[in-house]
């Protein structure tokens, strides 16, 4: 091959590695702009006026990336009003704590629905107190408002293995409850009264926000679970329904009907609309066998496997 043509060949490959590079970003940007005109990726000051909806399930944990969703929300001139959907048994008083507080953040600015949907018991009753209405179906499951510390023994395990611990510590109450033996009289005053402590707080709280004597608040408050139904008679929600009782909520709070819900979700490491597969796909078509590791930007997140701390969460209990 003579010199000429190789250097023919050489300005192909050239001509053609740039308009590999230039059809790519060509699709990218068309489904990042489509991405965002949908309102699906809610960046400040972009999206058109609307209601704001997040999604709270599963169990609750110091969430830091939902609290900075929230505040966002909060100061998003663009959303009337935000709907707070909850499906979630409990989980950490603290993780409860720290939502309800950026929940009434929002609330400050605009008016804030809790939705009660399957269940919203312990630390989800009290991410639902913060809103401005709480709405729940006829056999949604709310209440159960307590604290629990919960350890396990594993002492007479060890003893059938023969297994010992032995332990030197600077005082008595450090690193106790242990789960290696029984508490003494005086660890379990300790958590006792810290549990008090978190669970007189959570009374304080139904009883200002449901505007209910303390009394009766307490009443309420000895770890039972409720229907919707039963919740309205005790005044610990406002409304049975759903989707229209919350429109007609927040129609009488000046906040229009004809206002998209859209909800603000948590980002993810996935492209828009499968775009990371794609991308994938479009790549090695083109011949850029390198990057086999873009079609992992569809998997999401992470899951949360352990509680610590105090908990509230209800759990349905075995013999």
Not at 300 to 311: A, I, N, P, Q, S
Request: glycine letters at 10%; charged letters at 25%; one cysteine or more.
């Amino acid at each position: 091959m003579d010199q000429l043509a190789i250097a023919d060949r050489r300005q192909l490959r050239r001509k053609l590695g740039f308009w590999r590079i230039v059809s790519i970003a060509l699709v990218l940007c068309a489904g990042i702009a489509v991405y965002l005109y949908s309102g699906a990726g809610q960046v400040g000051g972009f999206s058109r006026p609307h209601i704001a909806r997040v999604n709270i399930s599963g169990i609750i944990q110091d969430d830091r990336e939902l609290v900075e969703r929230l505040n966002r929300i909060a100061e998003d001139d663009a959303v009337k009003a935000l709907v707070v959907t909850i499906s979630s048994p409990g989980g950490t008083t603290y993780g409860g704590e720290v939502l309800f507080k950026a929940i009434r953040k929002v609330a400050a600015k605009k008016p804030v629905v809790s939705d009660v949907r399957t269940l919203a018991a312990s630390a989800g009753y009290m991410i639902a107190l913060a809103g401005d209405h709480i709405v729940a179906g006829d056999t949604s499951i709310t209440g159960s408002i307590g604290v629990i510390f919960q350890y396990p023994q594993v002492k007479d395990l060890m003893d059938k293995i023969g297994v010992s611990l032995e332990e030197i510590k600077s005082a008595p109450l450090k690193a106790e409850p242990s789960p290696f033996h029984p508490p003494s009289d005086d660890a379990k005053a300790v958590i006792q009264a810290m549990i008090d402590d978190s669970f007189n707080w959570f009374v304080d709280l139904v009883a200002d926000r449901r505007k209910l004597p303390r009394t009766e608040a307490l009443q309420l408050a000895d770890g039972r679970i409720f229907t919707g139904r039963q919740a309205l008679k005790l005044k610990l929600i406002d409304e049975l329904g759903g989707d229209d009782e919350i429109r007609a909520f927040l129609d009488g709070r000046k906040v229009g009907k004809g206002l998209d819900v859209i909800e603000w979700k948590a980002p993810s490491s996935s492209l828009p609309f499968g775009l990371g597969s794609a991308a994938a796909v479009w790549l090695k078509s083109l011949g850029y066998d390198a990057f086999p590791s873009l079609g992992s930007l569809e998997k999401l997140g992470r899951e949360k496997l352990f509680l610590d701390g105090l908990v509230s969460v209800w759990q349905v209990g075995s013999d």
